[in-house]
Antibody
Framework: QVQLQQWGAGLLKPSETLSLTCAVY????????WSWIRQPPGKGLEWIGE???????NYNPSLKSRVTISIDTSKNQFSLKLSSVTAADTAVYFC?????????????WGQGTMVTVSS | DIQMTQSPSSLSASVGDRVTITCRAS??????LNWYQQKPGKAPKLLIY???SLQGGVPSRFSGSGSGTDFTLTINSLQPEDFATYYC?????????FGQGTKLEI
């Protein structure tokens, strides 16, 4: 059974770069796409982007200019960087497994990391 | 982007009730529709994928239906642990998008 464990800085100042990492335990790293999703306080879910084990990425166009998702297959980890953050980027950030066989769906979620952007 | 619209935004119900939540896509998504349950302070949990397939370990009182643009999530015989927020999500094309959520309250 795949488990995801994520970590990263929880408090940032405006204009800084958000950096989060998610480790994948169990299962095969090549079986899925690996995604980041965020949820502002009291609001809904927003898909940020995804990467597969070959390093192929897809990003949400609304964030594409500021987002980089990378992967380290030797460590079974993938990471999110979001540059030039503002208060609007304050949210809980989730990493997730997004297998694409049959109908794609998010079957495993990380525990979430609350990231606050404040001066 | 494909817009996902859920209704209602909130719903009051009682234990034992049957409830239905609807989700409409702004364009056809075939059956590329998933449903998630989220409880406060927790990550969402996959309930239904491919519009009507029950995720392993999810109680059979949850069911989904629909295809194209209109979908429903039905919960039969509500249990206390079912009071949560429910989201639909399309996985037909990127950017994958979610509905705004339906909060199910007592």
């Amino acid at each position: 059974q795949v488990q995801l464990q994520q970590w990263g800085a929880g408090l940032l100042k405006p204009s800084e770069t958000l950096s989060l990492t998610c480790a994948v335990y169990g299962g095969s790293f090549s079986d899925s796409y690996w995604s980041w999703i965020r949820q502002p306080p009291g609001k809904g879910l927003e898909w940020i982007g995804e990467i597969n084990h070959r390093g192929s990425t897809n990003y949400n166009p609304s964030l594409k200019s500021r987002v980089t998702i990378s992967i380290d297959t030797s460590k079974n980890q993938f990471s999110l960087k979001l540059s030039s953050v503002t208060a609007a980027d304050t949210a809980v950030y989730f990493c997730a497994s997004f297998p694409k066989h049959l109908v794609p769906r998010i079957d495993i979620w990380g525990q979430g990391t609350m990231v606050t952007v404040s001066s | 982007d494909i817009q996902m619209t859920q209704s209602p935004s909130s719903l009051s119900a009682s234990v034992g009730d049957r409830v239905t939540i609807t989700c409409r896509a702004s364009q056809t998504i075939n059956n590329y529709l998933n449903w998630y349950q989220q409880k406060p302070g927790k990550a969402p949990k996959l309930l239904i994928y491919a519009a009507s397939s029950l995720q392993g370990g999810v109680p059979s009182r949850f069911s989904g239906s629909g295809s194209g643009t209109d979908f429903t999530l039905t919960i039969n015989s509500l249990q206390p642990e079912d009071f949560a927020t429910y989201y639909c999500q399309q996985s037909y094309s990127t950017p994958y998008t979610f509905g705004q959520g339906t909060k199910l309250e007592i």
